[in-house]
């Protein structure tokens, strides 16, 4: 067997337990903003992409539209996300943050970098910054795996 | 705000994706064995660390005790999983691979490794062992932000 394949696998185990304690680390932040883990990653999404459609977005996120149909849904009735027109599909109107999502996104993601930064202080920014970027490349090869009538269906 | 949780920052962001294209390519190399994801998961944690309960099992994934228990009785009936006697608790029964299971996991890991070694064939193998590295020291950290309450919720 190839060190290398061990290699890559060694990184892919470590995935799962970082995303985790990620998403409980992400969900403390937003313990009592009224803002759910998908709800903050969905509006993170928009902020850094630009406007979107649910199908879109469903397709970024690897889960079913219905799922961001409704969560585009309760966002919007709490005046997070808001619909415009979209110029280039008539039925499929684009979703966006709206400003008072912004700021609070902002605040609370200036609070989780505080936090990340605080408990991270041993370690050096420069291996984090080459570990992301053998992510990125990994991933795009590990992407290269899929079978092409796979790659639109539930993880 | 600070480099380095900007940086840390950089690398959870990588983690869905990569999580993500992970788990399709193991669903590919499990297509037709009747294996599931979360079945494969289960083994090849229990082919690592030994025997352990249900309680244990759900623990280590995040997820809950019912979950488990679900895919523990269909992996027994199905010949992957067995049951034996706890020694040191009589109503928690250790679950187990059975050697059949165990077989068949070393038979689709050396696949999964091949494939993988492949894809990486242009990635330096001591760019993914560091990468791997780095991860599981930021894991380590980004648990301390966990609330002490919320160690055993679902992410």
Chains 1, 2 share one sequence.
Not at 53 to 68: H, K, L, M, N, Y
Request: with cysteine; aromatic share 2%.
């Amino acid at each position: 067997m190839s060190d290398r394949g061990v290699a890559a696998y060694a990184v892919l185990r470590e995935v799962r337990p970082l995303s985790q304690a990620s998403a409980r680390a992400v969900a403390d932040v937003l313990r009592g903003t009224g803002w759910g883990v998908a709800t903050r990653a969905v509006l993170e999404h928009l902020l850094r992409t630009g406007p979107s459609t649910v199908p879109a977005v469903a397709r970024e996120f690897g889960v079913s539209r219905q799922s961001i149909q409704v969560l585009v849904d309760a966002a919007v009735a709490d005046g997070l996300l808001e619909l415009t027109d979209n110029p280039q599909h008539r039925r499929s109107r684009l979703v966006d943050a709206t400003d008072g999502a912004r700021r609070t996104f902002e605040h609370l993601h200036r609070q989780e970098l505080a936090n990340l930064a605080r408990v991270t202080a041993d370690l050096d920014p420069g291996d984090l910054a080459r570990c992301a970027a053998t992510l990125a490349a990994l991933t795009e090869r590990v992407k290269r795996l899929q079978t092409p009538d796979h790659t639109t269906e539930e993880p």
